[in-house]
């Protein structure tokens, strides 16, 4: 099927892909340094990125690629964690899924922007081959500034798979 004889590609709001997930920091989850290990952010993060693109998408996804992840400030145990996420970009069936964690005193309810990153996602069919996904529609400043910049990273990324296919 030709670019020009694709049916047009219909819309889905960012804010219906939307997930949260709040935990509290026990000293398990932590370094020496009583601040949360990386890795545990991480599988919060992958796993609610997860949801927003299966509820995207309403297929089975596979992580393919997780970009940017920027550790910006610690989470300290006692701290709560909330991570959010929703999807930003998509391309034929890849999801980009925008992740942040924020922190919460429980005491004093200040919130901090602990970390942030981009996950891409494939949507599978149920033969397991890649599947196409919706669009995004962007609604709020942030989906939209997000979406605008969704092609650079989608080409940012491309290029770095063809230069290791390069070298290998």
Do not use: C
Request: net charge negative.
């Amino acid at each position: 099927m030709t670019h020009e004889t694709e049916p047009a590609k219909r819309l889905k709001r960012a804010s219906e892909s939307r997930a949260i997930l709040t935990e509290i920091v026990f000293p398990s989850d932590t370094n020496h340094l009583q601040t949360m290990f990386g890795g545990i952010v991480m599988e919060y993060m992958d796993k609610v990125a997860a949801i927003s693109a299966m509820r995207h998408s309403r297929t089975s996804v596979v992580t393919v690629s997780t970009d940017s992840i920027d550790f910006v400030a610690p989470i300290r145990v006692g701290e709560a964690i909330i991570v959010e996420s929703f999807v930003s970009w998509t391309h034929r069936s890849s999801i980009e899924v925008f992740v942040k964690a924020v922190t919460e005193n429980l005491k004093t309810g200040i919130r901090n922007t602990a970390v942030t990153a981009f996950f891409v996602f494939v949507a599978l069919g149920d033969d397991g081959r890649p599947t196409p996904v919706p669009g995004i529609l962007p609604e709020t400043d942030e989906e939209q500034e997000l979406h605008i910049t969704g092609l650079d990273r989608y080409l940012q990324r491309r290029k770095r798979v063809d230069e290791r296919k390069g070298q290998s």
